[in-house]
Nanobody, 122 residues
Framework: QVQLVESGGGLVQAGDSLRLSCVAS????????MAWFRQAPGKERDVVAG????????IYADSVKGRFTISRDNAKNTLYLQMDRLKPEDTAVYYC???????????????WGQGTQVTVSA
């Protein structure tokens, strides 16, 4: 089972930027569909962005379109989420997730990181 470790979270002010990273323990990452999810207090865990194994296909939640960018560096076994113009409602624990390709980018993930906290003050 591949291990996923997120980093880059923190406490920032509204309008600031953060870049989250997720490093996978295995080169099998290079064949996985990957995504970022987030879970705010009292809310369900929802997909933020997803990317195909080759980076060719991407999806974003409507709430982050135009502000967040998902990318990956398969040579480094690393997934990124660039978050710009952060808002207080972006406050959540952010998780990276992976799966074998073959199903839509929004769901069906099998491997999960431990999460990293992002807090955005007004």
């Amino acid at each position: 089972q591949v291990q996923l470790v997120e980093s880059g979270g923190g406490l920032v002010q509204a309008g600031d930027s953060l870049r989250l990273s997720c490093v996978a323990s295995s080169r099998t990452f290079r064949s996985y569909t990957m995504a970022w999810f987030r879970q705010a207090p009292g809310k369900e865990r929802d997909v933020v962005a997803g990317v195909s194994w080759d980076g060719g296909n991407k999806i974003y939640a409507d709430s982050v379109k135009g502000r967040f960018t998902i990318s990956r560096d398969n040579a480094k076994n690393t997934l990124y989420l660039q978050m710009d113009r952060l808002k207080p409602e972006d406050t959540a624990v952010y998780y990276c997730a992976g799966k074998e390709p073959g199903t839509p980018l929004e769901a069906d993930y099998d491997y999960w990181g431990q999460g990293t906290q992002v807090t955005v003050s007004a």
